[in-house]
């Protein structure tokens, strides 16, 4: 937890003077208070950090999150702080317990499911609107993704890779809402994939699904491309739901 801590105060200690700067500018930009800029830009910078080291593994499941070391930490004030957690409340990666404060949210299976129902609403929209404007050099950077991922033993880097693969194949869909919206989702399920893919029978799988996936949008098959990334989230969905189970 303390090295945790030490990388939050690496990061706040050489990014607040630019946050601060930024912040001039946005309050003269849009007539607010200084003061109101300057808190949010900081809740925002170590939402940041916190929601890297719960995506990474720095922070586990249930782990608590001490709201008063955190702010004697960073020289901040706790409503700072409860500001940062109240943002990755909202996308679900923390919740506050009754008598126990913030933690890091536990995922059930159930939920997992529903996340990846919502996924395939979303995921196979973007494909659709991204598809017909991918470029032959596009094609050359996803094969070379499934090359990297084909030989990839260390579940970080494969999270990393499984990621860059739907981003690229999203990356023309102009829809800023529905990117985010996706972005969310997926670190509520993404996270699980650093810790178990190795207990997961999932990479064999995943592999060949995002060739065939590649495929079908080389070919502009858009129909065939959204029922492969369908079939492919909703098998993804399920094999996270009976771990969790376990």
């Known amino acids: 937890m303390k090295?945790?801590?030490?990388?939050?105060?690496?990061?706040?200690?050489?990014?607040?003077?630019f946050l601060e700067f930024g912040c001039y500018i946005n309050a003269m930009k849009n007539n607010i208070?200084?003061?109101?800029?300057?808190k949010k830009s900081l809740s925002e910078s170590i939402s940041d950090s916190l929601r890297s080291a719960i995506m990474t593994g720095s922070l586990t499941e249930g782990t608590q999150i001490k709201q008063d070391h955190m702010a004697q930490q960073f020289n901040v004030s706790i409503s700072v702080i409860r500001e940062a957690l109240k943002i990755l409340e909202g996308e679900g990666l923390v919740e506050f317990l009754p008598n126990h404060g913030a933690a890091v949210a536990k995922l059930s299976s159930e939920e997992a499911l529903d996340i990846f129902a919502i996924r395939v609403l979303l995921e196979t929209e973007a494909l659709a609107l991204s598809v017909p404007r991918l470029t032959a050099e596009d094609y050359q950077e996803l094969e070379a993704v499934?090359?990297?991922?084909?030989?990839?033993?260390?579940?970080?880097?494969?999270?990393?890779?499984?990621?860059?693969?739907?981003?690229?194949?999203?990356?023309?869909?102009?829809?800023?809402?529905?990117?985010?919206?996706i972005r969310l989702q997926h670190n509520n399920v993404g996270r699980y994939l650093v810790f178990y893919l190795d207990k997961m029978e999932f990479k064999?799988?995943?592999?060949?699904?995002?060739?065939?996936?590649?495929?079908?949008?080389?070919?502009?098959?858009?129909?065939?491309?959204?029922?492969?990334?369908?079939q492919h989230m909703q098998k993804a969905g399920k094999q996270l739901a009976a771990f969790l189970r376990k």
């Open 33 to 38: 208070r200084l003061d109101e800029c300057i």
């Open 146 to 181: 499934l090359v990297e991922e084909g030989t990839c033993t260390e579940p970080q880097r494969y999270n990393e890779l499984n990621s860059l693969f739907h981003e690229h194949l999203y990356k023309y869909c102009t829809n800023k809402r529905l990117n985010d919206l």
């Open 3 to 17: 090295y945790f801590y030490d990388c939050i105060q690496y990061t706040f200690d050489n990014n607040v003077y």
């Open 204 to 230: 064999q799988h995943s592999d060949r699904e995002h060739l065939q996936l590649l495929e079908a949008c080389k070919a502009k098959d858009i129909t065939r491309a959204k029922k492969l990334l369908k």
